[in-house]
């Protein structure tokens, strides 16, 4: 996404605010899109448009056109990738990197970066192994290269304290113990499988052959969606997320097409407990926690928490929180993303939220929860990102003749 000299640019951002997480030069809160400070992104290094928004608790991360890193907010684990342990209100240029970077995704405290080479570069909290460096270090301001993937990476996510990749081979890679307190529950310490304690990257099972596709994390789930649109989950579920009656999964299952009408997954997103998928046709389904509207869907109580039996998942049965439904507001979808608890959807060139609100992250002025897609007006959106609490988007911001 080029800019030309006829198209100018502009990032907005809202939500919660900290830490200057924002961009906008302090650290107030808000429930309205208002421009981020883009004077660093003028500089002629950076002269390209953004092609990826990411954050995570507290920070925000943008990639530009030309693989340059611009960040911004909470830094106290060096998340920012700064060299330094001090918050940044605006958006920073990260110095030291020397590789292009393609794509982000943010943990809690925690940055992976992807390069054009497909390796994965990692900064901030390791108390959990998710940089998937060992135990050399607690925490590193300074970018670390994930060493032990000895192929190139077409995908990497994040998740609370867990990093998942995906190699051109389509071998797929856990690390970080986020999701070890949630295993114990189900095995004895001593018989966790090693995806789940792990610190550096190890095997997923069950995975092999499966094609590169792409990976998302959640708060304690993992997601893979193969190349022939089959989509593969493990974890907890606790919320019904993992659309199985098990409270928690160790090795990874799929979910069943019959659930889409027979469509082929194109793309996948996760929450911190929800997840949302677009097939083929460009139907958008949601499944899993819902109490904050983060479904885009009306849901009761009872049917948020209750989990189906796996006969049921099998036969395609009814439409609970916890199996996917469709959210027909969103068919067609250019781009959708998830922060912890609320959603972003360009569809056409129209900006829709949804979800927990509490920060105003939904972007619609108040501080109430948004149980269905909300259009955000006045805005051209381009690209969007969300963190834990707050979201950004690059818009048109004047076109010129």
Known sequence: METSSLVKFCLRTWGANSYGQLGQGHVEDQSLPRPANTTSLRAPSARLAARALGGGGGHSVVITGNGKVFVCGQNNKGQLGLGHTIDACSLELCPSLRQKITNVSCGWDFTLLLSDTGQILACGSNTFGQLGIGETVQHSANWLIVHSIKEPV????????????????????????????????????????????????????????????????????????????????????????????????????????????????????????????????????????????????????NQNSQLLSHNLVAEGGSQEACLPAEVKVLSGAKQIACGSEHNLAIVGSCLFSWGWNEHGMCGDGSHTDVLEPCLIPGLNPLLIGCGAGHSLTLCTATTQS
């Open 154 to 301: 077409v995908s990497a996510a994040a998740g609370l304290r867990h990093s998942l990749a995906v190699t051109a081979s389509g071998f797929v890679y856990q690390w970080g113990t986020g999701l070890f307190s949630h295993a114990k529950r189900v095995f004895t310490v001593s018989t966790v499988p090693s995806h789940f304690r792990s610190k550096l990257p190890c095997l997923v099972p069950g995975l092999v052959e499966k094609g590169p596709g792409m990976v998302t994390a959640g708060m304690a789930h993992c997601l893979y969606l193969t190349e022939d649109g089959d989509l593969f989950m493990w974890g907890s579920n606790k919320h019904g997320q993992l659309a199985s009656s098990d409270p928690f999964v160790s090795s990874p299952i799929p979910l069943n097409r019959c659930l889409l009408g027979g469509e082929k997954i194109i793309k996948a997103w996760s929450g911190w407990t929800h997840n949302v998928i677009q097939t083929e046709s460009g139907r958008v389904f949601t499944w899993g926690r819902g109490i904050y509207g983060q479904l885009g869907r009306r849901v009761s109580a």
